[in-house]
């Protein structure tokens, strides 16, 4: 018998979980129990928007930090607003 599951995020009740704890901590395991997996591949999606968007450089803890805080406003509503995205600066990021 399965456990009933209502994701956090969007509130369905249809959608499967997370098929596994995407970060090996405490934050994945929430992700892993609250968060359908719908949700989770929007917020692939948009997590590839704000990594190209805003040049950020993985192996930086603060770009690691930021999309940490990104993550926890997109799919729980915590902290602060997530990051805008300007579709009018699009190209115009200077290496």
Request: aromatic share 10%; net charge negative.
């Amino acid at each position: 018998m399965t456990d009933s599951f209502k994701c956090t995020r969007c509130d369905r009740t249809d959608s499967g979980r997370v098929d596994r704890s995407p970060f090996p901590n405490e934050l994945g395991e929430r992700i892993q129990s609250e968060i359908c997996g719908t949700c989770w591949d929007e917020w692939k999606e948009r997590q590839m928007l704000l990594i190209n968007h805003h040049g950020l450089k993985l192996h930086e803890s603060s770009a690691r930090e930021y999309l940490y805080s990104n993550l926890r406003s997109f799919l729980f509503g915590e902290g602060e607003a997530a990051a805008d995205i300007d579709p009018t600066q699009e190209g115009s990021v200077e290496w």
